[in-house]
Nanobody
Framework: QGQLVESGGGLVQPGGSLRLSCAAS????????VRWYRQAAGKQRELVAH???????NYPEFVKGRFTISRDNANNTVYLQMNSLKPEDTADYYC????????????WGQGTQVTVSS
């Protein structure tokens, strides 16, 4: 049974950085596109980063230049480096994995909380 586990969340001051990890077990993450999402209290879930199985990345404008998604296939892990964090980045962050070009995530993590506050 495959699963994803996120880690790396926490409390950080505005302008600070965090690196989130999305570790896969039970399947080979290299064959999957991975998406990072976030959901703030009272708001809808939104996509913050996407990396294809081939390593092509895509970001929405509101994180472009601040967030970087990368993959380490040897360690079956995808990372989300978040710099210049703002209070509005506060949310629960989730990763999802979709096989090759599928739009539907086959696996979801349980989420990790990020709080940006002074």
């Amino acid at each position: 049974q495959g699963q994803l586990v996120e880690s790396g969340g926490g409390l950080v001051q505005p302008g600070g950085s965090l690196r989130l990890s999305c570790a896969a077990s039970g399947f080979m993450l290299k064959n999957y596109a991975v998406r990072w999402y976030r959901q703030a209290a009272g708001k809808q879930r939104e996509l913050v980063a996407h990396i294809t199985h081939a390593g092509i990345t895509n970001y929405p404008e509101f994180v472009k230049g601040r967030f970087t998604i990368s993959r380490d296939n040897a360690n079956n892990t995808v990372y989300l480096q978040m710099n210049s964090l703002k209070p509005e980045d506060t949310a629960d962050y989730y990763c999802g994995a979709a096989y090759l070009y599928s739009q539907a995530n086959a696996y979801w993590g349980q989420g990790t909380q990020v709080t940006v506050s002074s």
